[in-house]
C-alpha cells in the first residue's frame, strides 16, 4: 500500500474553483491507478476521477464533474492533482485520494471498493 495525504480544500462561493493536491508516498507512485472520490454527509463515497499514467495514460470522469474538473498527476513529485472549476453546492463534501497498483477491471474504474490506499480526505464546502 502507499500512504497518501491531501491538500487545498476549503470554502468557496458558488462558480468558483479550488485545486486539490495529494502526495503518496513511494516513488513508483507511477505504476499506480490514482483517483478521487468524494462523500457528502449520508450519501455513499463517490467517484469523481482517476488516473493512469503508465505504458497509455488513461483518464475517466464521473459525468458529474465532465468539463469542470481536471484530474493530473506530476509522477517526478508523486503528486496527484484535482482542479475543480464552476463549482456547485452539490459539489461539496470530503475529498479522498485514492490508490490502487495493478489494473482494473473495464468500466470499475470509479468504484472505492477498486483501490486498497486512502487518505484521510479535505474537506469541500460549497455555498449558494
Known amino acids: 500500500q502507499v500512504q497518501l495525504m491531501e491538500s487545498g480544500g476549503g470554502s468557496v462561493q458558488a462558480g468558483g474553483a479550488l485545486n486539490l493536491s495529494c502526495v503518496a508516498s513511494?516513488?513508483?507512485?507511477?505504476?499506480?491507478?490514482m483517483a478521487w472520490f468524494r462523500q457528502a454527509p449520508g450519501k455513499e463515497r463517490e467517484g469523481v476521477a482517476t488516473i493512469y499514467t503508465g505504458s497509455t495514460a488513461t483518464t475517466v470522469y464521473a459525468d458529474s464533474v465532465k468539463g469542470r474538473f481536471t484530474i493530473s498527476r506530476d509522477n517526478a513529485d508523486n503528486t496527484l492533482y484535482l482542479q475543480m472549476t464552476t463549482l456547485k453546492p452539490d459539489d461539496t463534501a470530503v475529498y479522498f485520494c485514492?490508490?490502487?497498483?495493478?489494473?482494473?477491471?473495464?468500466?470499475?474504474?470509479?468504484?472505492?471498493?477498486?483501490?486498497?490506499?486512502w487518505g484521510q480526505g479535505t474537506q469541500v464546502t460549497v455555498s449558494s
Open positions: 513511494k516513488n513508483d507512485a507511477s505504476t499506480y491507478w
Open positions: 485514492a490508490a490502487r497498483r495493478g489494473a482494473i477491471l473495464s468500466g470499475s474504474h470509479l468504484v472505492a471498493s477498486m483501490y486498497n490506499s
